[in-house]
């Protein structure tokens, strides 16, 4: 990173995105609020469906193969560093948001979160999905653990939206962990059954479409409630 200028101390607004499940959707309900409100957004997610330049897509458009292909070449060097191939595609994404410099910026979590390849930025604000066990020889084999690992986004001075529908462990963590970095974390409650609302036909989608709106509405508290609602309807 410091070779190539620290494009991860150069970006603009952006939302770190942690998490067992619901990392995708809740980055699928930003996207739609930001090309709702106009707003341009970046968006680094994984893993693909059918090609590699799935992961970093510019508003609703993925990555060209040529501009991919030009980001590739300019981190092939760090590959005698011993990188992984998810730390080169950081590196990309992180290349292509200081470049391009949208309004907003997505980065999903690869795996975890404290020892993350995307933890290196300091994100606007974090959000951090429903817990539970996954990647156990990786994360630890408790719940505490697990979630140790997650809340290892965050960040002082920094708010962290989390959903209230945690097991107990994972909240109590959660607020430790958030008192020791000084961090504020606020939990959200998920949607309502409003009638807008009844597409959202799992509980986690209602979840993790209310800290998608929490979120944006921290970063951009003059947005209506209608036009909010109306990103997080029009969302596929």
């Given at each position: 990173?410091?070779?190539?200028?620290?494009?991860?101390?150069?970006?603009?607004?952006?939302?770190?995105?942690?998490?067992?499940?619901?990392?995708?959707?809740?980055?699928?309900?930003?996207?739609?609020?930001?090309?709702?409100?106009?707003?341009?957004?970046?968006?680094?997610t994984?893993?693909?469906?059918?090609?590699?330049?799935?992961?970093?897509t510019?508003?609703?458009t993925?990555?060209?193969?040529?501009?991919?292909?030009?980001?590739?070449?300019?981190?092939?060097p760090?590959?005698n560093?011993?990188?992984t191939?998810?730390?080169?595609?950081?590196?990309?994404?992180?290349?292509?948001?200081?470049?391009?410099?949208?309004?907003?910026c997505?980065?999903?979590v690869?795996?975890?979160?404290?020892?993350?390849?995307?933890?290196?930025?300091?994100?606007?604000?974090?959000i951090?999905?429903?817990?539970?066990?996954?990647?156990?020889?990786?994360?630890?084999?408790?719940?505490?653990?697990?979630?140790t690992?997650?809340?290892?986004?965050?960040?002082?001075?920094?708010p962290?939206?989390?959903t209230?529908?945690?097991?107990?462990?994972?909240?109590?963590?959660?607020?430790?962990?958030?008192?020791?970095t000084?961090?504020?974390?606020?939990?959200?409650?998920?949607?309502?059954?409003?009638?807008?609302?009844?597409?959202?036909?799992?509980?986690?989608?209602?979840?993790?479409?209310?800290?998608?709106?929490?979120a944006?509405?921290?970063?951009?508290?003059?947005?209506?409630?209608?036009s909010?609602?109306?990103?997080?309807?029009?969302?596929?």
């Amino acid at each position: 990173l410091n070779e190539l200028n620290n494009p991860e101390k150069n970006l603009p607004t952006s939302i770190h995105i942690a998490g067992t499940n619901g990392k995708g959707s809740t980055t699928a309900f930003l996207k739609s609020l930001c090309l709702h409100t106009n707003k341009t957004v970046i968006t680094f997610t994984s893993p693909h469906l059918s090609c590699y330049t799935e992961r970093i897509t510019y508003n609703d458009t993925s990555i060209s193969q040529n501009k991919f292909c030009e980001l590739f070449y300019k981190v092939e060097p760090f590959l005698n560093y011993g990188l992984t191939e998810f730390e080169v595609l950081t590196l990309m994404a992180l290349i292509y948001c200081a470049q391009q410099k949208p309004d907003v910026c997505i980065f999903e979590v690869g795996l975890g979160g404290r020892l993350d390849a995307t933890n290196v930025i300091n994100p606007t604000c974090s959000i951090i999905t429903h817990i539970d066990f996954d990647h156990q020889q990786f994360l630890g084999n408790t719940l505490n653990k697990i979630a140790t690992e997650k809340a290892g986004i965050m960040k002082p001075n920094t708010p962290c939206f989390s959903t209230t529908q945690h097991h107990q462990e994972v909240l109590t963590t959660l607020k430790t962990h958030s008192k020791k970095t000084k961090c504020t974390l606020k939990l959200i409650p998920p949607l309502n059954n409003h009638k807008q609302f009844t597409h959202l036909k799992a509980t986690y989608q209602k979840e993790n479409a209310s800290l998608a709106k929490a979120a944006f509405k921290h970063l951009f508290n003059k947005t209506p409630n209608t036009s909010i609602d109306q990103g997080l309807k029009n969302t596929t």
